[in-house]
């Protein structure tokens, strides 16, 4: 029985897995929102809500966290993580412990193998401010 087991193995190996939900969340933390099935989305939510949760609280050893959690070796995710940080404090006013950073929207089966997909998106908070960022730093 699988009682109490914590996550998806989402048919495949750890070190795959791991580094798979790892791309999301850089996707999600780059484009504001991906398109993916529905069980790798709730996985990959738990992953940036984790994340989230973490960079609320801006210090050293959270950044060194979240670096270790990212597995940033190229500068390309070093970016991924202060972006992170700096659109965290947009959600520091809600209450509570953490969470309810993202949505899940239902988009329908796809084609081929009837899979659910969906879009996993950012909450408008965290959005506006990563748009907002995004946009500074084209300039």
């Given at each position: 029985m699988?009682?109490?087991?914590?996550?998806?193995?989402?048919?495949?190996?750890?070190?795959?897995?791991?580094?798979?939900?790892?791309?999301?969340?850089a996707s999600l933390l780059t484009y504001g929102k991906i398109?993916?099935?529905?069980?790798?989305?709730?996985?990959?939510?738990?992953?940036?809500?984790?994340?989230?949760?973490?960079?609320?609280?801006?210090?050293?050893?959270?950044r060194r966290?979240?670096?270790?959690?990212l597995a940033v070796s190229s500068p390309v995710n070093a970016d991924l993580v202060w972006m992170l940080f700096e659109i965290a404090p947009a959600v520091s006013s809600r209450s509570g412990p953490g969470g309810g950073y993202t949505r899940i929207t239902r988009i329908g089966p796809r084609r081929g193998d009837g899979a659910m997909l969906v879009q996993l998106e950012l909450v408008e908070e965290l959005l506006t401010e990563l748009e907002?960022?995004?946009?500074d730093r084209k300039k």
């Open positions: 699988r009682h109490r087991k914590g996550n998806r193995k989402l048919g495949r190996p750890t070190d795959q897995r791991l580094a798979m939900l790892r791309e999301l969340v398109q993916t099935t529905e069980a790798r989305a709730r996985e990959a939510r738990r992953f940036m809500e984790r994340l989230v949760t973490i960079a609320r609280q801006d210090h050293v050893a959270a966290h979240a670096r270790k959690l907002r960022l995004q946009k």
